[in-house]
């Protein structure tokens, strides 16, 4: 199937490595060009020169998602670089799971802000894109977290807020054809990620979360990445302010 991605332009945050990263990659595969920001000089450097391998334009920065202003420079920087854009993709993450200060802080400042602030800039490009081609589109990763309380969590209830910030944003986009969707993976394992962490430092507890999953297996990157991808297509230009849940039902509610 054709995505219609082809010469798409597309920022990916936290774009170097689990998620974010094959976020990039496949929209790099489909013939996006892409730009992608992580903390990491040498994660970044080596993202792009693997997006460019691809045979598209990439470009990267190093950007700290916790300060706003230099988070939304880049972004306006990145598209200039693109010469517009037609995607926003916000992957990054801060995983804080504590109910602590500390963690409430960490989760709101880069997951909400993080969002809020990389929208902010990007949409007036965004919208300028919608113009001229009819589609453009904002993706947030958020997660199963947000749907599961069994205790107190500033991660579950940040990505609950994310969850109604994005609702927002396309209702309000809606008339100027620039749609915003959430994905939301159950356990994603990958190399260097936090099941596969747990899995070294509590085996017995990754193995007891493991087998809580239907379909045998934890989601792969990629998985995740295909959902986000396609959402973020024109394929999906009549898809707006949904909540795609990606957990190979680990989750038991129905979403009406």
Known sequence: MD?????????????????????????????CNVAICARNVDQVSEAVDALKSKGVSAF????????????????????????????????AGAMAMGADEASWKKNLQIDIFGAVNSVEAALPMLEESAKENGDAAIVAIGSTAAVNATEPSSYGAIKGAMVHYIKGLARQNAPKHVRANVVSPGMVYFEGGVWHRVEQRAPEYFEASFTRNPMGRMATPQDIANAAVFLASPCSSFTTGINMIVDGTITDRANY
């Open 3 to 31: 995505l219609q991605l082809k010469d798409k332009r597309a920022i990916v945050t936290g774009g170097t490595r689990g998620i974010g990263r094959a976020i990039a990659d496949t929209l790099a595969g489909e013939g």
């Open 60 to 91: 990267g920065g190093v950007v700290d998602i916790a300060d706003g202003e230099a988070l939304k420079a880049w972004i306006v920087k990145a598209g200039g670089e693109l010469g517009g854009l037609d995607i926003l993709v916000s992957s």
